[in-house]
């Protein structure tokens, strides 16, 4: 396989089998050098395989990859010197501290005591660790676990960063910090890779979007594109009263002729629509039913929106429904 020169990564046709389950099926990738590139999808859709293969750590059934030129099957050791990989999980000592991780990594990656000592500082004060930089990471918050673990993938700071999910079961303020450290890495040069089950995160970050579902890679584009890709607008409507919401889905439902998506936040919902005139008139059809509408935009559709489209169900449910990838592999 030969490897564009513009491209971080590349893959074609990958492959990966677990018994009769086909985790990874005929998964295709072309990762902009520079960029911060999202792998969407839920839990079980192949994103943690993928990754895996890309980084070496499996061995693909089928296709062929490159990372930064180099082979991923014939040129591994090289593969393994340009890049870095922050999984789902800590990977660091919780026994130890903030500070003698970093150094115990630093030393291992070639640097002097000094050296190291002065790398752990300088991440632990970028990443807002240096209150904690003599406390044992098992006494770390959840959103201290994952700073320490990127800056731990960033001692020596590689040319590709693989981030595997990383921020599962985080606070939003957490997220928001974990987001605006990967936005300095792109800017320093590194390119992301970072798988997502979260539509929010790979419209906020990724430069392109790979969509994939049951192994496959189902879509792929910016953000923008894939909006456009849906061919419709989106009616957004929230409501004064949760309560109300089941009377209003039903109302928008039938007004409409569409399936209503129901949102994250208990008062909204959504829905694709082609007609403006059509939505006006739902909307009067709310208020005339008693259901008070606080405020509605009609505009571009959702990420969300996108995913219903793309696989026939929201995202959240295709992340409830889906076997966890952690079984296969």
Do not use: C
Not at 174 to 196: A, E, F, K, M
Not at 278 to 285: N, Y
């Amino acid at each position: 396989m030969k490897s564009t020169p513009d491209l971080a990564v590349e893959a074609t046709g990958l492959i990966k089998h677990f018994g009769s389950t086909r985790a990874v099926d005929g998964i295709d990738l072309a990762v902009p050098a520079g960029t911060v590139y999202g792998v969407l999808g839920p839990n079980g859709a192949g994103k943690t395989t993928a990754v895996r293969i890309l980084t070496t750590l499996q061995q693909p059934d089928g296709g062929t990859a490159t990372v930064l030129g180099h082979d991923i099957q014939r040129e591994p050791d090289t593969v393994r010197s340009l890049v870095s990989l922050t999984g789902q999980f800590a990977s660091v000592d919780e026994d130890l501290t903030g500070t003698e991780n970093l150094v115990l990594l630093g030393r291992l990656l070639g640097y002097s005591r000094s050296q190291a000592r002065r790398r752990a500082d300088d991440l632990l004060t970028a990443f807002g660790l240096a209150d904690a930089a003599d406390r044992q990471v098992k006494k770390y918050s959840g959103g201290m676990r994952r700073r320490i673990d990127i800056a731990a993938s960033i001692v020596v700071t590689p040319e590709v960063l693989f981030l595997d999910e990383p921020t599962t079961g985080l606070d939003p303020r957490s997220r928001n910090q974990v987001w605006d450290i990967i936005r300095v890495l792109v800017s320093g040069g590194t390119t992301v890779l970072l798988t997502t089950q979260y539509l929010d995160e790979a419209d906020q970050l990724a430069d392109r979007i790979a969509v994939i579902d049951h192994g496959k890679v189902i879509a792929e584009g910016t953000s923008g594109e894939l909006k456009a890709s849906v061919g419709a607008g989106a009616v957004h409507v929230r409501l004064r009263d949760p309560v109300k919401r089941p009377d209003a889905e039903r109302h928008l439902t039938k007004a409409l002729g569409v399936p209503v998506l129901l949102e994250h936040d208990p008062v909204a919902l959504s829905a694709r629509v082609e007609d403006s005139d059509l939505v006006a008139r739902a909307i009067s059809g709310l208020i005339a039913a008693g259901i008070e509408v606080a405020e509605f935009s009609l505009g571009q559709p959702s990420l969300d929106e996108v995913f219903l489209a793309l696989t026939g169900r929201p995202a959240e449910e295709a992340t409830e429904d889906a076997p966890g990838e952690e079984t296969a592999a």
